[in-house]
T-cell receptor, first 115, second 114 residues
């Protein structure tokens, strides 16, 4: 594909339900990032994958959040027992490698609304 | 730990006027600095970046930014604003210690008046 894709584009769920958000990075990109963008706030780092290394999970806000990356490509961000404060746009980005200075290419995001 | 502060969540300029968006960073090691832009209903895209070398960096659409180590700043400027520049701008810092995660500022929304 030409760019980073994310699905679904919009997700409305009820409080307490689990959700899965998917990210398909640019082919050949070894680094993958998840961010959360809340209204009026900047991008909040969540998690970073680089190749086969252990992911940097330091940004995950609680143990309800988890992410995996299968085969070094597609990534899934899972939020368990969703809360209303989880409502935000979840952005995925990929870069050619994890080297500093490499541009990140962002997907269009998934807008999550928790009722 | 590194951090980014963008002064002013909203900036309004007239078409043709100077655009100045402020960014200050905190980092204990040499930083790599970025400006990203998010146009309405679109994803983020890279505007420009500083890694090493020349401290004045030129980006797309006539924007430029200057890395000033003594001021820990990386302000974004454009001599003459255009209506199409209306967007949200994010400053970001990345360092090569403790991983390569990028820390973003809270963003500055630029309004351009006719």
């Amino acid at each position: 594909g030409a760019g980073v894709s994310q699905s679904p584009s919009n997700k409305v769920t009820e409080k307490g339900k689990d959700v899965e958000l998917r990210c398909d990075p640019i082919s050949g990109h070894t680094a993958l990032y998840w961010y959360r963008q809340s209204l009026g706030q900047g991008l909040e780092f969540l998690i970073y994958f680089q190749g086969n290394s252990a992911p940097d999970k330091s940004g995950l806000p609680s143990d309800r959040f988890s992410a995996e990356r299968t085969g070094g490509s597609v990534s899934t961000l899972t939020i368990q027992r969703t809360q209303q404060e989880d409502s935000a746009v979840y952005l995925c980005a990929s870069s050619l490698s994890g080297q500093v200075g490499n541009e990140q290419f962002f997907g269009p995001g998934t807008r999550l609304t928790v009722l | 730990a590194q951090s980014v502060t963008q002064l002013g969540s909203h900036v309004s300029v007239s078409e043709g006027a100077l655009v100045l968006l402020r960014c200050n960073y905190s980092s204990s090691v040499p930083p790599y600095l970025f400006w990203y832009v998010q146009y309405p209903n679109q994803g983020l895209q890279l505007l420009l970046k500083y890694t090493t070398g020349a401290t004045l960096v030129k980006g797309i659409n006539g924007f430029e930014a200057e890395f000033k180590k003594s001021e820990t700043s990386f302000h974004l400027t454009k001599p003459s604003a255009h209506m199409s520049d209306a967007a949200e701008y994010f400053c970001a810092v990345m360092t090569d210690t403790g991983g390569f995660k990028t820390i973003f500022g809270a963003g500055t929304r630029l309004f351009v008046k006719a």
